[in-house]
């Protein structure tokens, strides 16, 4: 008899396993659902330094049949026979709240001085150009929520005050939306309960852009901030968590802008910008009603933000707004191509750390002086004319210049008063740059090399070649 019933055992798990497998995913560049992720793909053997069994075993794991059903039983089951959250981004808290996986809160002291020291150079080189920079910092839920975090887990805050205390001592233009947010939350819901565990609602985000708004008016007095008044406040029935499956009844605030008939979005004419592959949110948005005296703004923005465009696109004349994080190491590539009137970089307290912002990058960042700060070099009009190399895809145009600025320090390209800085790219011979090619001209292009040995800043006329392949 147990002969017969190891047998039937045997093909029962034989069976379930041959269905999994049967159902396996093979879907290259597949995104799961539940973990916000794309899911591993097969290892190349061979093409990277890596454990290549541990590689098969996370695809495997990854990809088997019924992942996802089995998951959501799992937590399921979990929740309604122990009152447990088994989940890779969720934890429970106290009274039916629901937070982020809980983060260990040891900081980096070398990341952080690093990362206020990126701000510094970013300020500067927007000060430089007299553009007004503005370091935007939201509060987790924890922070905000604290009474409500879990029994035995102790939120010091410690990361965050030394990042407010560095953020001071390095006179960094900022906004700290915290305090506001723990004031608002003890009779408004700015997060909500369970639903988004991870980032404000739309009251949340409502209250902390007027914050923000109201900071830009020290530099452009026309712009107003929100009233309730601006938008169609309704709320909206939720059933399960954001990318789980993991099933709740809350109703969540949600505003919509009246005027966003006059906003349209020119996103598609920039599709050939540059992007980190993990951090591919864009937009560029004009307010057909907007006056003159609104600035153009260029906005490096994070989870937060991502989204809720609807609480800054009808205060200002042109939003264009670039996922963050990996992105904004590359800061002055954005800063040529838009030109802005205003900068401003937006993150939440968790993501600063070098999961979300590479300390090697921020470290070795080489911004170039602003054109003006060579005015007292002696100039030079040169004769000869010189190549530039480039390809249009869309509104961005992509230059490189090879072997003629070796002995430069620095190089620019000009045109009226849109001013572009070119970067030295695989060797010292190359100069590469991008620019928005529906604001510069470039048949009144000037190209401007510094030699900082001789003091002497050469004007040259330029000569545009057209290429297949630009790298």
């Not at 799961?32 to 075993?57: C, H, K, Q, W």
């Not at 001085?113 to 939201?138: G, H, K, M, N, S």
């Not at 609807?310 to 200002?316: D, N, P, Q």
């Not at 529906?438 to 001789?454: C, D, V, Y």
């Amino acid at each position: 008899m147990m002969k017969i019933i190891r047998i039937v055992f045997v093909l029962v798990i034989s069976c379930i396993i041959g269905i999994c497998l049967l159902n396996f995913n093979f879907e290259p560049n597949s995104i799961s659902e539940i973990d916000n992720r794309e899911l591993a793909d097969f290892p190349i053997p061979g093409a990277e330094d890596m454990d290549y069994t541990e590689a098969v075993d996370n695809y495997v794991s990854d990809r088997i049949g019924f992942r996802t059903e089995a998951i959501d039983a799992f937590t399921w089951l979990n929740d309604k026979l122990f009152g447990e959250m088994i989940h890779p981004t969720y934890t429970y808290g106290k009274d039916g709240y629901i937070f982020f996986k809980m983060p260990d809160e040891d900081y980096d002291i070398a990341w952080m001085d690093a990362f206020i020291e990126f701000l510094v150079d970013i300020q500067t080189y927007c000060e430089e150009r007299d553009v007004p920079f503005i370091f935007w910092l939201d509060p987790a839920k924890i922070t905000v929520y604290s009474e409500y975090l879990p029994n035995g887990y102790n939120y010091t805050g410690a990361g965050l005050s030394y990042l407010i205390q560095r953020l001071d001592e390095a006179q960094i233009n900022y906004v700290n939306t915290t305090n506001l947010l723990i004031e608002k939350s003890k009779s408004e819901q700015v997060f909500n309960i369970k639903y988004d565990a991870g980032h404000w609602n739309d009251l949340g985000a409502f209250y902390a852009t007027n914050t923000v708004l109201e900071k830009m008016q020290e530099y452009f007095p026309g712009i107003h901030q929100n009233t309730f008044e601006d938008f169609n406040r309704t709320t909206e029935h939720v059933t399960s968590l954001m990318v789980s499956h993991f099933p709740i009844d809350e109703e969540i605030p949600v505003f919509q802008n009246i005027q966003e008939g006059n906003i349209i979005s020119l996103k598609n004419d920039y599709s050939a910008l540059k992007l980190n592959k993990n951090y591919r949110n864009i937009d560029v948005l004009l307010n057909t009603k907007a006056t003159e005296d609104l600035p153009k703004v260029l906005f490096f923005q994070g989870s937060y933000m991502n989204g809720r465009r609807k609480f800054l696109e009808s205060r200002i004349k042109e939003y264009d707004s670039i996922h963050n994080y990996e992105n904004i190491l590359n800061f002055d590539y954005y800063f040529n191509i838009f030109q802005p009137d205003c900068v401003i970089f937006e993150t939440a307290e968790y993501t600063v750390n070098g999961n979300y912002f590479d300390y090697e990058t921020m470290q070795n960042v080489d911004f170039n002086p602003a054109l003006s700060h060579f005015d007292l070099y002696k100039e030079n009009e040169a004769s000869d004319v010189i190549n530039i190399l480039y390809q249009e895809n869309g509104n961005i145009t992509d230059v490189c210049l090879e072997g003629q600025v070796a002995e430069a320090d620095y190089a620019y390209l000009k045109s009226g008063d849109i001013i572009v800085d070119l970067k030295k790219g695989k060797s010292e011979e190359e100069y590469t740059a991008s620019f928005d090619n529906t604001i510069f001209e470039t048949q009144k292009t000037t190209l401007i090399l510094i030699n900082n040995s001789s003091e002497i800043k050469s004007v040259y006329p330029v000569a545009w070649v057209p290429t297949e392949v630009l790298d």
